[in-house]
């Protein structure tokens, strides 16, 4: 069975979601995950969380930063309070956090998610044996990589099919920095909706932002798999993640039920190359229009993917 999960911004929205068929929502807070669509409280996740297992779904849990001695000592706490809530599941990067789960009343099942450097089966087999119940694939392996995995894989596996693609990440405050410098005070977060340009190359929108985490830069189009998902399926890839840091409200609801609605005629064999095609186009409607989308690495030679 196919798995979907999505990216959550609100409560509301948590709610709709819920509503259209997605079985797993994903959040989180800054100090402890990376590129979410929001910060929530504590509060927050705890509501998010009961209200999912009220429709019968499962929540996970960003805590896939990469931690400082400040932050790793922050992290046995949030532990604790994400077992009280009752959470399904987390992501993890650092293997710090794996260590503090090895402490009696600590663990939790979890998703290893280090971003770009999930690119083999031996990888994410290794952390299976440590306690991982799932891994997230890097956005950055293609096809023919993905199929090598997959034959060798002893967990089950996610993969971005719509959403946003994180290309670089630095700790240093970068926009700030540069604001700093010319002297002008101004907002360096997701909603200000900065892009940088490679010299000589006008059409290149590279989008930047920061948060807790530091700085962010995201490549130029957003993915869209949707004349892959049979693949995916005769491959067993059995998660499909739905990122919506750049698609807000309920647009990015509207998306996540037509991949519900895909994922109900994969599995009941009714899907074809023509609903294929719908969906790409009513996705497209739906995307923002400041934001381009393409396939991402999925076509790409491996050989070229270094």
Same mark, same amino acid.
């Given at each position: ?133 799932? @891994?997230? $694939?890097?956005?950055?392996?293609? =096809? *023919?990589?993905?199929? #090598? %995995?997959?034959?060798?894989? !002893?967990?089950?596996?996610?993969v971005l099919v719509y959403g946003a693609t994180c290309i670089h990440q630095s700790k ?73 840091i750049f698609s807000p409200g309920d647009n990015f609801v509207e ?20 609903? @294929?095609? $719908?969906?790409?186009?009513?996705? =497209? *409607?739906?995307?923002? #229009? %400041?934001?381009?989308?393409? !396939? ?11």
């Amino acid at each position: 069975m196919i798995e979907i999960v999505a990216s959550v911004e609100s409560i509301s929205q948590a709610k709709k979601l819920l509503e259209v068929g997605v079985d797993c929502l994903y959040f989180g807070e800054d100090t402890f995950g990376l590129r979410l669509p929001f910060s929530f409280d504590r509060e927050s996740q705890k509501e998010i969380t009961e209200l999912a297992h009220s429709y019968g779904k499962k929540v996970v849990v960003a805590l896939n930063a990469i931690f400082h001695n400040e932050g790793i000592s922050k992290v046995p706490e949030y532990l604790l309070f994400l077992r009280s809530i009752k959470v399904d599941c987390i992501t993890v990067g650092d293997p710090g956090v794996v260590q503090i789960m090895k402490q009696e009343g600590y663990y939790i099942p979890y998703k290893y998610d280090t971003q770009v450097i999930v690119t083999s089966s031996r990888q994410i087999n290794f952390w299976a044996k440590r306690g991982a119940v799932s @891994a997230v $694939i890097a956005r950055e392996v293609p =096809k *023919k990589t993905l199929e #090598k %995995i997959m034959r060798e894989v !002893t967990v089950p596996v996610e993969v971005l099919v719509y959403g946003a693609t994180c290309i670089h990440q630095s700790k240093r405050p970068l926009l700030q920095n540069y604001f700093n410098y010319i002297k002008k005070v101004e907002s360096v977060g997701r909603d200000k909706n900065f892009f940088l340009s490679e010299p000589n190359k006008p059409d290149t929108h590279y989008s930047v932002y920061e948060d807790d985490n530091g700085t962010h830069i995201f490549a130029n189009n957003d993915v869209l798999l949707a004349n892959y998902l049979s693949e995916l399926n005769e491959m067993k890839v059995s998660i499909w993640k739905l990122e919506g840091i750049f698609s807000p409200g309920d647009n990015f609801v509207e998306i996540a039920k037509l991949f519900v609605l895909a994922r109900n005629e994969i599995e009941n064999n009714t899907w074809n190359d023509e609903k @294929a095609l $719908i969906l790409e186009n009513e996705v =497209k *409607k739906l995307h923002p #229009k %400041i934001r381009g989308l393409d !396939t991402g690495f999925y076509l790409f030679d491996p050989n070229i993917v270094k």
